[in-house]
């Protein structure tokens, strides 16, 4: 009879957001939203291992990073643990950031997701990807997009619904964070203004008749991409539109600002490799967190 392991190492994934297009908010605080997705190769690093003793330890190579219940990893474990007969089971996860936080990148809640699933699969639980992904949406609407398996995603509700999307294969992706922190929920807080609220009125009325034609979201570049929350990210941080201009202007097909920020990523097409590196090259003289990745094209074993 095979051993049960009782250590495992993941990596998770950060994501960017093709496009980003909010349609409401709802009772409970989230936002409807529409949003393609894309996972690529910047990723954390988590060892997860099951000791005897009860409860969930986390200890981070970042220092600012909380290792509370403020972290969603620590959470996710948690409710895992809680909700397959598990709550006397001790973990201790050992964190490596790579991904920027606070950026509009997913790194929590892809680590969150990678959480979920190993603890599965240490634990031999058996839950499906359905069960975690609706675990995961409890504590983060990201987390289910990182439970599957597929690299891209159209996403619907609060992010829970979700549709395989082609991969973004013939680019490459240039990543600038400025080193501003932004909160998501300030973000969203800030779109729900008079603004946001006439955008609003203009996704709700483009999604009902996508949804009247049955017809499934198509994606062009540079033509759709699209965040509803850039401008009001960049009307607080101009930083963020100086760094589009540069990656344009350096030939990338296009630019914009992932999730709620502060992250910039400029797409570039795989035949003109050498605009990016230089790009890249530019922007390092400058920026310390500056990623030239590709797409994932599937899952990240």
Not at 36 to 47: R, S
Not at 117 to 122: A, F, H
Not at 184 to 209: C, D, H, M, P, V
Request: hydrophobic share 40%; glycine share 8%; charged share 20%.
């Amino acid at each position: 009879m095979e051993q049960q392991a009782t250590q495992l190492t993941l990596r998770a994934p950060a994501k960017i957001n093709l496009s980003l297009k909010i349609l409401g908010k709802r009772a409970d605080g989230y936002h409807e939203l529409e949003t393609l997705m894309q996972k690529i190769f910047l990723y954390d690093e988590l060892e997860l291992r099951l000791t005897a003793e009860p409860g969930v330890r986390i200890h981070c190579s970042n220092a600012e990073i909380p290792t509370d219940e403020s972290n969603i990893a620590v959470r996710a474990a948690q409710l895992f643990l809680n909700e397959t007969g598990n709550s006397t089971q001790g973990v201790n996860i050992a964190l490596k950031k790579n991904i920027p936080v606070a950026a509009g990148l997913g790194g929590g809640s892809s680590d969150a997701a990678a959480v979920l699933n190993g603890l599965d699969q240490l634990l031999q639980t058996d839950c499906s990807s359905e069960q975690r992904a609706g675990l995961g949406v409890r504590i983060g609407a990201d987390v289910p997009f990182f439970i599957y398996d597929f690299p891209a995603a159209f996403a619907t509700g609060i992010g829970e619904h979700l549709i395989p999307a082609p991969s973004l294969a013939d680019y490459r992706i240039l990543l600038v964070n400025p080193g501003i922190p932004v909160s998501t929920k300030w973000a969203y807080e800030a779109f729900s203004s008079a603004a946001g609220r006439i955008a609003l009125t203009a996704n709700q009325k483009a999604f009902t008749l996508s949804c009247s034609k049955n017809s499934s979201p198509k994606f062009t570049i540079p033509d759709d991409l699209k965040n509803d929350l850039e401008q009001v990210t960049a009307e607080r941080y101009p930083v963020i539109r100086e760094l589009k201009d540069c990656l344009l202007s350096s030939g990338a097909t296009g630019a914009m600002m992932s999730g709620s920020g502060s992250t910039v990523f400029g797409l570039f097409h795989r035949k003109t490799g050498e605009k990016a590196e230089q790009c890249r090259n530019l922007l390092q003289q400058e920026y310390d967190q500056v990623y030239l990745v590709s797409p994932l094209t599937e899952n990240i074993p």
